[in-house]
């Protein structure tokens, strides 16, 4: 009898061991979807506002008060807001206003990196600003030409800020917003 238990506690013990020698199961970690966006192309933008530019023929764009635009990116869910001031003897206020509206998001921030324009032989001055972690804009600029014009850029996504989410559509604007600035001619 002692035999048939021990027998009997071996089998089981053997059926425990050989079942339960499975991969622990794990959750799946969460993730994002990968979005692939097509190559810009970009096209001449004139208008009778003060200056010109180029922008992607993928966005829409349309003209707001006193020559400030919306350039939307309605495959992504964002636009950018371009605003036009003339300088009138205040070009210390328009500076001091742009930079504030950028470190308004230090708050969310994780980092601000500064990355100073200068194109001497088209006369345009300025500051771009990419803006790290899950802050309400992740690009802005400003451009000058320390006399008579004064435009600021800034682009915002219809969604709450997330950066991991919305790193690859941020990443397509902020190229196109460099682009824009890069492109920035006064008439």
């Known amino acids: 009898m002692l035999k048939k238990i021990i027998a009997f506690s071996a089998i089981i013990a053997v059926s425990f061991l050989s079942f339960s020698c499975k991969d622990d ?7 994002y979807l ?7 192309k970009y096209v001449n933008f004139q208008n009778e506002c003060p200056f010109a530019f180029e922008m992607n023929s993928d966005a829409i764009i349309k003209k707001e008060a006193d020559c400030s ?15 036009y001031k003339p300088v009138a003897k205040n070009i210390n206020e328009l500076l001091r206003d ?22 001497s032989d088209k006369k345009v001055y300025g500051m771009f600003y990419q ?18 014009h004064f435009v600021t850029g800034s682009v915002y996504f219809y ?4 950066y991991d989410s919305i790193m690859p559509a941020a990443s397509y604007i902020k190229n196109d917003m460099q682009r824009l600035l890069e492109t920035l001619k006064w008439k």
């Not at 990968?34 to 810009?40: G, I, Q, V």
């Not at 742009?98 to 194109?119: F, G, M, R, S």
Request: net charge positive; proline share 8%; glycine share 2%.
């Open 25 to 31: 199961v794990l959750p799946k970690p969460s993730s």
């Open 34 to 40: 990968r979005l692939d966006y097509p190559e810009a």
């Open 69 to 83: 635009f919306t350039i939307t990116y309605p495959k992504m869910k964002a636009t950018i807001y371009l605003t």
């Open 98 to 119: 742009a930079q504030t509206l950028t470190y308004k998001h230090v708050i969310k921030a994780d980092d601000i990196l500064e990355q100073p324009y200068l194109n």
């Open 131 to 148: 803006v790290e972690g899950n802050a309400a804009t992740n690009s802005q600029f400003y451009a000058t030409d320390s006399t008579k």
């Open 159 to 162: 969604a709450k800020p997330n």
